[in-house]
T-cell receptor, first 115, second 114 residues
């Protein structure tokens, strides 16, 4: 199993540009999570999906952030327009739906730098 | 604010010593999990303990859970330099819309000196 795959691994962009982060969850996992990690705020849950349906997006900081999961094997997190304060490491994680076994498997992350 | 609060925020020990990290939480849980994060990497699951369990072992890891005090501890015995990482506790909701979601604490930074 390849694990959770994220792309790109690093992204440097200028303020105002659109950024799209991509995630491929582990096959068979019903849950997909997007997190953001910074030194100041730690690990924050942005949004999560169950069976491709967004369940909780209360962590999405602003309307500039949007996430989609068009099918079970692909999700995107989009920031438009990007701002310097969006600089962070963004993680995608997936989890099976087994009761009591909601272990999450994290991808390697995308390090985003907005200049 | 985060559900799980780890203590201490940072821990520095010598190789061979034991490392103990604590986690407190506020609401009812289905399970509690510990994760490790090496610098520049994603989090890796270490161990899960269910709300009806009190203690669990995995190799050099020992986790305890006290639901009456809403607290957990992670003990790493005979630490190694390779154990240097950040350690996070995460609580799984007791049901409803929180099922599947984990709430992570701020983490403990462990440094093991050779």
């Amino acid at each position: 199993d390849a694990g959770v795959i994220q792309s790109p691994r690093h992204e440097v962009t200028e303020m105002g540009q659109e950024v799209t982060l991509r995630c491929k969850p582990i096959s068979g996992h019903d849950y997909l999570f997007w997190y953001r990690q910074t030194m100041m705020r730690g690990l924050e849950l942005l949004i999560y999906f169950n069976n491709n349906v967004p369940i909780d997006d209360s962590g999405m900081p602003e309307d500039r952030f949007s996430a989609k999961m068009p099918n079970a094997s692909f999700s995107t997190l989009k920031i438009q327009p990007s701002e310097p304060r969006d600089s962070a490491v963004y993680f995608c994680a997936s989890s099976p739906s087994s009761v009591g076994k909601n272990t999450q498997y994290f991808g390697p992350g995308t390090r985003l730098t907005v200049l | 604010s985060q559900q799980g609060e780890e203590d201490p925020q940072a821990l520095s020990i010598q190789e061979g010593e034991n490392a103990t990290m604590n986690c407190s939480y506020k609401t009812s849980i289905n399970n509690l999990q510990w994760y490790r994060q090496n610098s520049g990497r994603g989090l890796v699951h270490l161990i899960l303990i269910r709300s009806n369990e009190r203690e669990k072992h995995s190799g050099r890891l020992r986790v305890t859970l006290d639901t009456s005090k809403k607290s957990s501890s992670l003990l790493i015995t005979a630490s190694r330099a390779a154990d240097t990482a950040s350690y996070f506790c995460a609580t799984g909701g007791a049901g409803g819309t929180s099922y599947g979601k984990l709430t992570f604490g701020q983490g403990t930074i462990l440094t093991v000196h050779p």
